[in-house]
C-alpha cells in the first residue's frame, strides 16, 4: 500500500470510528447533545476530578448531556465529593449512583475525596456546598444504569469508564425490571452505542494495570461479554500525557477555593505533574479520534493474572488509541485550555 493509499484509509477508519460529529458550537441544540454517563472510582487517583472538570465545561458549551455519574470507589466521601462537584459546578441535578461490596482500594493513594469533603472554613462551616443530605440513601449504579438507560433513545448513550468494571459486570447481570423487561445485556445493546474505557496497557505484558487488576472478574466479562462497540484508552497513552502543576498552582487564581483544585493539592506534594490517563478517554469519547491513532479493529482479552492483550480481527468490536510525541503534546495543551477554564456557571 502507498503512503497515500494508507492516509486516505486511515482517515476513513478515523471518521467510522468518531463518537461524535464535528459541527460549530454555535449551532449546537439539546438534541445534538451526546448523551454520556461518567463510570468512576473518583477518590483514587486525581485524574478522575480533572476529567469530571472536562465533562462540566462540555456541559458549559451544550456538547453533552451528562445523565449520571456512577463511583466504583466504595464509602461516603466519593459520592461527597461528587456531589460537591456538581454542585460547584452549577450541574447539582446530575443523579449518582454508587458501590456495595465493590473492589477493596481504600489503602491504595490518597483519597482526596475525603480530603476535600472534611475541608472547613475558620468558623468550622464547610468550605463546599452540597446539595445531597444522605449518601447512604444513594441508588446503587448498576440500578441506576437501568432506569436512566431506559429512558433513552435506542443506540445514544456513550458510558464512559475510568475506574473499575465492577459496576458494568453487574449491570449486565441484571433481570429485567419495572425499569425495563430487557436484561442487562439487552438494554445495553439497545440503547448504548459506545462503551469507552480508560483500562490496560498494550505496550508491556509485564504491566498489570491498577482498573483491571482491583476487579480482574469483572474486566474479564466485560471485555468480553459487551454488546457495543468498545474503545479503550490504555496506560501507556495516559502516561505520556503529562497535565503539569504549574498550571494547578498558576492558572485558577479567578477562584479562591476551588474543589478540583484542592484535590489535586491534596493527592501529591505540590508540585507534580500528574498522567491524564482518564482524560483521554473523555477526549475520545467527547471529541472524536482526531487527536489520536487508533488500532485496527479486534479482540481484547483478559487473562487471569489481569494483563491485557489485542488480537487484531476485522470481525471485532474492540479498539485501543495510540499517541505520537506530537499528538500528546497537542493533547496537553488541550487539556490545559478547558480545564483551567472558568466554568459557565462560576460566580
Request: charged share 20%; hydrophobic share 35%.
Amino acid at each position: 500500500m502507498t503512503d497515500n493509499k494508507f492516509h486516505v484509509v486511515s482517515l476513513l477508519l478515523l471518521i467510522a470510528l468518531s463518537g461524535c460529529t464535528s459541527k460549530d458550537r454555535s449551532t449546537q441544540t439539546v438534541s445534538d447533545a451526546q448523551k454520556i454517563i461518567f463510570e468512576t472510582d473518583i477518590g483514587n487517583d486525581v485524574d478522575d476530578a480533572l476529567a469530571l472538570d472536562m465533562l462540566y465545561k462540555y456541559m458549559d458549551a451544550g456538547d453533552i448531556n451528562l445523565l449520571g455519574i456512577m463511583i466504583n470507589k466504595e464509602g461516603i466521601y466519593p459520592p461527597e465529593y461528587t456531589d460537591i462537584m456538581n454542585t460547584w459546578y452549577g450541574y447539582p441535578e446530575i443523579p449518582v449512583g454508587i458501590i456495595h461490596n465493590g473492589a477493596d482500594c481504600e489503602n491504595d493513594a490518597t483519597n482526596y475525596a475525603k480530603c476535600v469533603s472534611l475541608m472547613n472554613k475558620e468558623n468550622g462551616e464547610p468550605i463546599f456546598h452540597r446539595s445531597l443530605k444522605d449518601y447512604s440513601t444513594l441508588p446503587e449504579a448498576h440500578i441506576l444504569y437501568r432506569e436512566l438507560l431506559a429512558k433513552q433513545p435506542d443506540n445514544s448513550v456513550t458510558i464512559i469508564s475510568v475506574g473499575f468494571s465492577t459496576n458494568l459486570a453487574r449491570l449486565l447481570d441484571t433481570p429485567g425490571d419495572d425499569f425495563s423487561p430487557l436484561t442487562g445485556k439487552e438494554l445495553v445493546a439497545k440503547k448504548v452505542k459506545l462503551l469507552c474505557t480508560m483500562a490496560g496497557c498494550f505496550n508491556n505484558p509485564d504491566l498489570y494495570e491498577y482498573n483491571i487488576v482491583k476487579d480482574i472478574p469483572a474486566a474479564k466479562k466485560v471485555f468480553a461479554e459487551w454488546p457495543t462497540r468498545v474503545v479503550t484508552s490504555p496506560f501507556e497513552v495516559g502516561i505520556a500525557i503529562n497535565y503539569p502543576g504549574a498550571s494547578i498552582e498558576n492558572d485558577f487564581g479567578w477562584a479562591p477555593a476551588h474543589p478540583m483544585v484542592e484535590a489535586y493539592k491534596c493527592y501529591l506534594e505540590m508540585p507534580y505533574d500528574r498522567p491524564t490517563w482518564d482524560l483521554t478517554s473523555v477526549l475520545y469519547s467527547v471529541e472524536g479520534p482526531s487527536y489520536f491513532n487508533i488500532s485496527p479493529a479486534g479482540k481484547i482479552d483478559v487473562t487471569d493474572k489481569g494483563v491485557t492483550t489485542f488480537t487484531a480481527d476485522e470481525k471485532g468490536d474492540r479498539y485501543y488509541l495510540m499517541v505520537d510525541s506530537i499528538q500528546a503534546e497537542n493533547i496537553k495543551q488541550h487539556f490545559i485550555e478547558l480545564i483551567s477554564q472558568q466554568p459557565a456557571n462560576f460566580k
